[in-house]
């Protein structure tokens, strides 16, 4: 006889995808479908899925639009072991690691678990901290939670109010739609979401 799931003892883990680039899949929708559907696993269910949304590259003028998009899991797995799952499910879409914020097939981002903050709140509060140029070069060494840049950022906050309201940030003290609120109207620009059938009319065209 099979188990039923106790939800309740899991961690609600919020993930963010994103890319703008072909991958063996096909455009970024179809990866976007298809990495959706490996996120499940032994100790990793899937909950929601937000609608995908069209949005404008960042940096702005550096490569093709993105689609971005943001699901909840529950899970039981460790944070760290979480963002290897994410890693592999990366790679088998070609994902490549060269730039900091260059063009990619697939973005994975792991932008919460529960109400952890990691490494602590100090080092959280540094890479929060960091100006454009900083962050442009660089690269925690170790994971930081909440990612230190989800409340600056339409293109995650937008799909997120979508599927996680009513997530409050463990530092900042903010739901997703208080930190949405307060986005200025330039971080909202060009975002558009995508009809489901505009994403099956190209998921028919590249099919296995």
Same mark, same amino acid.
């Given at each position: 006889?099979?188990?039923?799931?106790?939800?309740?003892?899991?961690?609600?883990?919020?993930?963010?995808?994103?890319?703008?680039?072909?991958?063996?899949?096909?455009?970024?929708?179809?990866?976007?479908?298809?990495?959706? &559907?490996?996120?499940?696993?032994?100790?990793?269910?899937?909950?929601?899925?937000?609608?995908?949304?069209?949005?404008?590259?960042?940096?702005?003028?550096?490569?093709?639009?993105?689609?971005?998009?943001?699901?909840?899991?529950?899970?039981?797995?460790?944070?760290?072991?979480?963002?290897?799952?994410?890693?592999?499910?990366?790679?088998?879409?070609?994902? &490549?690691?060269?730039?900091?914020?260059?063009?990619?097939?697939?973005?994975?981002?792991?932008?919460?678990?529960?109400?952890?903050?990691?490494?602590?709140?100090?080092?959280?509060?540094?890479?929060?901290?960091?100006?454009?140029?900083?962050?442009?070069?660089?690269?925690?060494?170790?994971?930081?939670?909440?990612?230190?840049?989800?409340? &600056?950022?339409?293109?995650?906050?937008?799909?997120? *109010?979508?599927?996680?309201?009513?997530?409050?940030?463990?530092?900042?003290?903010?739901?997703?739609?208080?930190?949405? &609120?307060?986005?200025?109207?330039? *971080?909202?620009?060009?975002?558009?979401?995508?009809?489901?059938?505009?994403?099956?009319?190209?998921?028919?065209?590249?099919?296995?």
């Amino acid at each position: 006889m099979s188990q039923v799931r106790n939800f309740d003892t899991f961690t609600r883990a919020i993930i963010a995808l994103g890319g703008n680039l072909l991958s063996q899949a096909g455009p970024p929708a179809v990866t976007l479908n298809r990495a959706t &559907e490996d996120l499940s696993i032994a100790g990793v269910h899937l909950r929601w899925v937000s609608p995908f949304f069209e949005t404008p590259c960042f940096p702005k003028e550096t490569g093709p639009d993105y689609v971005n998009a943001v699901v909840v899991v529950s899970t039981d797995l460790p944070p760290p072991i979480l963002l290897n799952h994410l890693h592999t499910i990366e790679y088998k879409f070609d994902r &490549e690691r060269k730039n900091r914020w260059g063009n990619r097939t697939l973005d994975l981002d792991l932008l919460a678990y529960g109400d952890l903050v990691l490494p602590d709140h100090r080092k959280f509060n540094t890479w929060c901290g960091l100006n454009l140029e900083q962050q442009a070069t660089r690269t925690p060494a170790e994971l930081i939670l909440p990612h230190p840049r989800l409340h &600056e950022r339409g293109f995650v906050l937008v799909p997120m *109010a979508r599927v996680a309201p009513d997530w409050r940030h463990p530092v900042l003290k903010k739901s997703v739609l208080e930190m949405l &609120e307060d986005l200025p109207p330039a *971080a909202l620009e060009g975002i558009r979401e995508i009809e489901t059938l505009e994403i099956r009319t190209l998921a028919t065209v590249y099919v296995d």
